[in-house]
C-alpha cells in the first residue's frame, strides 16, 4: 500500500489524463441530451490521447527534430505521438458521423432527448402491435 | 453572419490563413507539422468562407471539387505506392525505389514526402469542408446562410 | 436512481484507474521497457534511411506508411456515411404502388 501511493505520486502527470475520463464519462452517462453524450465521448477521448502521448516523455531530452545528419542527442520519443495522430482522425470521423445521425434523429422524432426518444419509440411500438393485433 | 466588418477582415485574410497551411504542410520533412495540420489549417479557411458568406470564384463548382479532392488524393497516394512494386521492393518504399533523396535541410528532398505530404494536405482540407460545407447547409434558404 | 448508479459504476472506474497509473513505469525514465527496441533503430537512423528531419514525420509517412494509408481510407468512408446519413430521404416509403 505505501508504495503504491509512493507510485502514485511519482507519475502524478498520468492523474490528470484520468481525472478527464472519469469527467467524460460521467458526462456521457448521466446527462440524456444526445449532444452532450457527443460532447463527452470526445473529452474521454482526448484523455486517452493525452495518456499515450504523455508516456512517451524522456527525462532531459529535445523534441524529435533532428539539426543534421550528426545531430544524435537524446530525442523524446516520437511513436506515441505517430501513432495518436491517426487516432485523432478516426476521433474527428467518428464525431462527424455521430452527430449527422443526430441531425437526422431530430428531423425524424422532433427531440435531442435520449428518454424522449425513446418513449416515443415505445409508444409508437404499443400502437403498431395494436394495430395489427386489430387487423388478424 | 451579415457583419460587414467581419466580411471583409475575412475576404483579407481568407489567403493568408491558406499559405499559411501550405507552408506547413510542404515543411513537414523540416519543422513540426505535416500534411494532417496543414490540411487542417486549410479547412478552417473553408469553413470561414462558408460562416462569413465570402464570395470567391468557383464557389459553384465547390461540391464536385471536393469529390475531386477526395478521390484523386486517395488514388496518388496508392499509385506512388506502386512505384515501389514497380522498382523491385515492397509496397510504399522510399529510397530503396529510388526516388531522389536530395540533401537533409531542403524542402525538395527526403523522397516522396512531398507529394505525400500535399495529398494528405488536400483530403484533410476537403474532408473538414465539405463536412461543414453539408452541415451547415441544412439552415439555408437559395445558399445563403441566416445566421 | 440514475446518479446512485453512475456514482458506483464511476467510482469503479476511477480505482481501476488509478491503479493503473501506479503501476506504469516511471514518468521520463530513460529505461522504460517502451525505449528498448525500436526507438533506438528509428532516431538513430530516419536521417540515413529516409532523408526527413522531423522523425514523426519519417515514422508517419515511411516507417508506418501503411497505416497512414489505412487513415485516409478511414477519412474517406467517414465522409461517405456522413453524406449519406445527411442526405437520406425522410420518413417512411408509401407501401402504396409497390
Known amino acids: 500500500m505505501p508504495e503504491m501511493v509512493q507510485s502514485v505520486v511519482a507519475n502524478h502527470y498520468y492523474l490528470v489524463s484520468m481525472l478527464l475520463f472519469v469527467i467524460g464519462f460521467h458526462t456521457m452517462l448521466t446527462h440524456s441530451n444526445l449532444i452532450k453524450k457527443i460532447i463527452g465521448l470526445n473529452i474521454m477521448e482526448t484523455a486517452v490521447f493525452l495518456f499515450i502521448v504523455s508516456s512517451g516523455y524522456v527525462d532531459g531530452a529535445k523534441p524529435p527534430i533532428a539539426e543534421g545528419p550528426w545531430d544524435r542527442g537524446p530525442f523524446v520519443n516520437p511513436l506515441p505521438s505517430a501513432l495518436i495522430l491517426t487516432g485523432i482522425v478516426i476521433a474527428v470521423s467518428l464525431t462527424a458521423f455521430a452527430l449527422s445521425l443526430v441531425i437526422q434523429l431530430y428531423k425524424f422524432y422532433g427531440s435531442l432527448d435520449a428518454d424522449e426518444i425513446a418513449r416515443i419509440r415505445l409508444k409508437e411500438g404499443e400502437r403498431q402491435s395494436l394495430c395489427e393485433t386489430r387487423q388478424h | ?147 | 436512481m440514475r446518479t446512485v448508479a453512475s456514482a458506483f459504476i464511476l467510482s469503479l472506474v476511477a480505482v481501476v484507474l488509478i491503479g493503473m497509473v501506479s503501476e506504469m513505469p516511471r514518468f521520463g525514465g530513460s529505461a522504460n521497457p517502451a525505449l528498448a527496441t525500436t526507438y533506438p533503430r528509428y532516431t538513430g537512423s530516419a536521417i540515413s534511411d529516409t532523408g526527413a528531419q522531423n522523425i514523426v514525420t519519417a515514422i508517419v509517412l515511411d516507417y508506418r506508411g501503411f497505416d497512414t494509408l489505412g487513415e485516409t481510407t478511414v477519412l474517406f468512408t467517414a465522409i461517405l456515411a456522413a453524406t449519406l446519413a445527411l442526405t437520406a430521404t425522410k420518413g417512411k416509403t408509401s407501401d402504396s404502388g409497390k
Open chain 2, 1 to 147: 453572419m451579415e457583419s460587414t466588418i467581419a466580411r471583409t477582415i475575412g475576404r483579407l485574410v481568407l489567403q493568408f490563413i491558406q499559405v499559411m497551411g501550405l507552408y506547413i504542410a510542404f515543411h513537414g520533412h523540416l519543422s513540426p507539422g505535416g500534411g494532417f495540420a496543414g490540411g487542417t489549417v486549410i479547412g478552417a479557411s473553408l469553413v470561414l468562407a462558408v460562416l462569413l458568406d465570402i464570395p470567391f470564384r468557383g464557389k459553384s463548382v465547390l461540391k464536385e471539387s471536393f469529390v475531386l479532392a477526395e478521390s484523386s488524393c486517395l488514388i496518388v497516394y496508392v499509385i506512388i505506392g506502386f512505384v515501389g512494386i514497380a522498382a523491385g521492393t515492397g509496397f510504399l518504399s522510399n529510397l530503396s525505389a529510388r526516388f531522389p533523396p536530395g540533401t537533409p535541410g531542403s524542402v525538395l528532398s527526403a523522397g516522396f514526402m512531398v507529394p505525400l505530404g500535399v495529398a494528405i494536405c488536400l483530403k484533410v482540407a476537403s474532408t473538414i469542408g465539405s463536412l461543414f460545407w453539408a452541415l451547415a447547409r441544412e439552415d439555408t434558404q437559395d445558399g445563403v446562410w441566416n445566421a
